[in-house]
Antibody, heavy 122, light 109 residues
Framework: QVQLVQSGAEVKKPGFSVKVSCKTS????????MHWVRQAPGQGLEWMGWIDPNSGATDYAQEFQGRVTMTRDTSLSTAFMELSRLRSDDTAVYYC???????????????WGQGTRVTVSS | SYVLTQPPSVSVAPGKTARITCGGN??????VHWYQKKPGQAPLLVIYSDSDRPSGIPERFSGSNSGNTATLTISRVEAGDEADYYC????????????FGGGTKVTVL
């Protein structure tokens, strides 16, 4: 079955970076775009951007441009999200989520990872 | 940028019907998706493209979209439906990005 398994919880100091991984299985990694979404404590869902695992093309939400980098390792069928210059308000659970479209972006997230808790604290 | 407005909370008795609205400018011209989010769990897609249900989602969940309001309806509400619900669209404007509503907490009385 389709699965997205994310890396474990992280604790980082302000100003540092965090890199979260999302290992996929059960489907053709190249065929589906991957989104990243986060949820801060007590807050709603916030979209961060997407990556095309086939080409490596990315698009980021304006709020994160300059701080976020989404990459992939096709040999591992794994997507990565790195957030730099961390602040306390980056404390959140970060999710990867597969786009439902095969070979195209539908902006519809049909399968989600279990989430990675990132805590930013001095 | 495009804004989606949801009521913060909806309360409903077991067996009754819950209706969760999602307001946006001419949202009827967009494709709306709905996610269920329970504490400690990943979001779950419950309605896509306004009114379609993914496999495994009970028929009690339905959706509609017209004018400036999309609606998620949960019929015959059960205790297990208690969760936060988020609407989501793709903003085809200048930013061309994903937009989530603020979320609605459904409480089963």
């Amino acid at each position: 079955q389709v699965q997205l398994v994310q890396s474990g919880a992280e604790v980082k100091k302000p100003g540092f970076s965090v890199k979260v991984s999302c290992k996929t299985s059960g489907y053709t990694f190249f065929g589906y775009y991957m989104h990243w979404v986060r949820q801060a404590p007590g807050q709603g869902l916030e979209w961060m951007g997407w990556i095309d695992p086939n080409s490596g093309a990315t698009d980021y939400a304006q709020e994160f441009q300059g701080r976020v980098t989404m990459t992939r390792d096709t040999s591992l069928s794994t997507a990565f999200m790195e957030l730099s210059r961390l602040r306390s308000d980056d404390t959140a659970v970060y999710y990867c989520a597969r786009d439902e479209g095969l070979g195209e972006l539908k902006f519809l997230m049909d399968v989600w990872g279990q989430g990675t808790r990132v805590t930013v604290s001095s | 940028s495009y804004v989606l407005t949801q009521p913060p909370s909806v309360s409903v008795a077991p067996g009754k019907t819950a209706r969760i609205t999602c307001g946006g400018n001419n949202i009827g011209g967009k494709s709306v998706h709905w996610y269920q989010k329970k504490p400690g769990q990943a979001p779950l897609l419950v309605i896509y493209s306004d009114s379609d249900r993914p496999s495994g989602i009970p028929e009690r969940f339905s959706g509609s979209n017209s004018g400036n309001t999309a609606t998620l309806t949960i019929s015959r509400v059960e205790a297990g439906d208690e969760a936060d619900y988020y609407c989501q669209v793709w903003d085809s404007g200048r930013d061309r990005h994903v937009v989530f509503g603020g979320g609605t907490k459904v409480t089963v009385l």
